[in-house]
């Protein structure tokens, strides 16, 4: 009887203490097995969708220079009140010099935007400013880009007459125009049955008369 009572007591004793380990495993299998081998680390992605935000909330220039950024550029500087136009403009005009005259061939005419439109063909115009595709838009649908057309014939980086066009951007006008240019703005002038645009093409033809202009 005591050699049955003392068998049974080890067995209790080595259950219990089975049990324990058990429970041991289990209460630490949770901190092994389900424990996020990434949770310790830094978060990498966040940094830069903060940032991708906050560029998206404050646009600029993109670092990437094409006529498609540069004409996106000039439509995302349209489309914010309070924009620096004069800075976004002049700085896309400086890189579509090269490429003024193409521009004005294939861009300017696609964009559908009436004042990206003008924008556009003040920044590329300027640089070819008695061309035939300046001289055109001077008819075109749009007063806004007809007005442009005009400031792009005049334009004159010293001229002491300054002409508002946009936000904080006004151009200086007191060009002298080729013969084929002046002839289309005193045509048009005639036709014009704008205000605006009629205004912008007299102060045009005044400057470009007038000596202290230039």
Known sequence: MKIAALA?????AL???GG??????????PEVWTEDPQAS????AAPDAVKTARESAEPGLRPYRTTATLTEDLRDVVALPNADVDTVWRTVSAALKPRAVWTLERIVPQEATPRVRALLLLAAGVHA????EVIAALRDREPVVRG??????????RGATRVPVTG??????GRKPAKAAETALRAQ??????????????????????????
């Open 15 to 17: 259950l219990a203490t």
């Open 168 to 173: 904080n951007l006004a151009l200086r006008i």
């Open 20 to 29: 324990l380990a058990l429970l041991g495993t289990r209460e630490r299998t």
């Open 41 to 44: 680390e830094p978060e990498t």
């Open 8 to 12: 049974l007591l080890l067995s209790a």
């Open 148 to 157: 442009a057309a005009a400031l792009t014939i005049g334009f004159h980086p």
């Open 189 to 214: 002038l005639a036709a014009e049955t704008d205000a605006g645009v009629k205004t912008t093409i007299e102060l045009v033809l005044r400057a470009a008369d007038s000596p202290s202009e230039r």
């Open 129 to 132: 400013p008695d061309t035939p």
